[in-house]
C-alpha cells in the first residue's frame, strides 16, 4: 500500500474505518487521493469536509454509486490505486455477493494494485445486536 497515490474505499461510510491508513499513507507522501465510494450521498457530504480538514495533503472525491457496479472504478482514477474493504461489510454479504464484489474488483484493478480486505473480530452478542439489530 505504500506505494498508492489513491485510496479507492469501497463502501466508505462515515470514512471513519480507513483515516488511520489515509493518515498512515498521508504522512509520507506529499499528496494522496482518496476516493471514497458509498451509496449514501448524505454520509460521504458530511464526512468528506471533515476529513481533509484533518488531513490537509488529502484530495478527498465522493463517488455515489454500487461497489458492485465496474462503472463505479471508472470515476476513481489514479496511477497507482489501492482498493480497500473495510469493517465488516464483507461478513455481511452472502458467498454470492462476496464472488461479484471479487471478480468486480478483479476486472478493475490493475497490476500492482492492491485490494485490501478488512473483517472484525468476533462479536459479543450483546455488540452485534446494538450494531444490527435497527430498522435499517
Known amino acids: ?15 471513519r474505518k480507513s ?9 509520507r507522501k506529499t499528496s494522496i ?3 471514497a465510494i458509498d451509496i449514501d450521498a448524505a454520509a460521504l457530504e458530511r464526512a468528506l469536509p471533515a476529513l481533509t480538514r484533518s488531513i490537509p495533503n488529502v484530495h478527498a472525491v465522493g ?11 471508472e470515476m476513481a482514477d489514479g496511477r497507482k490505486r489501492a482498493f480497500a ?3 465488516s461489510t464483507i461478513g455481511n ?5 462476496r464472488q461479484d464484489l471479487i471478480r468486480t474488483v ?3 484493478i490493475a497490476d500492482r494494485e492492491v485490494f485490501l480486505v478488512g473483517a472484525d473480530l468476533a462479536k459479543s452478542a450483546e455488540t452485534f445486536h446494538a450494531a444490527y439489530n435497527d430498522k435499517a
Open 1 to 15: 500500500m505504500q506505494n498508492a497515490d489513491t485510496i479507492v474505499e469501497l463502501g466508505a461510510g462515515n470514512c
Open 19 to 27: 483515516e488511520v491508513v489515509i493518515r498512515a499513507l498521508a504522512g
Open 106 to 108: 478483479g476486472r478493475s
Open 33 to 35: 487521493k482518496y476516493a
Open 85 to 87: 474493504l473495510l469493517g
Open 93 to 97: 454479504m452472502s458467498i454470492n455477493e
Open 63 to 73: 463517488i455515489i454509486g454500487s461497489f458492485l457496479d465496474e462503472k463505479t472504478y
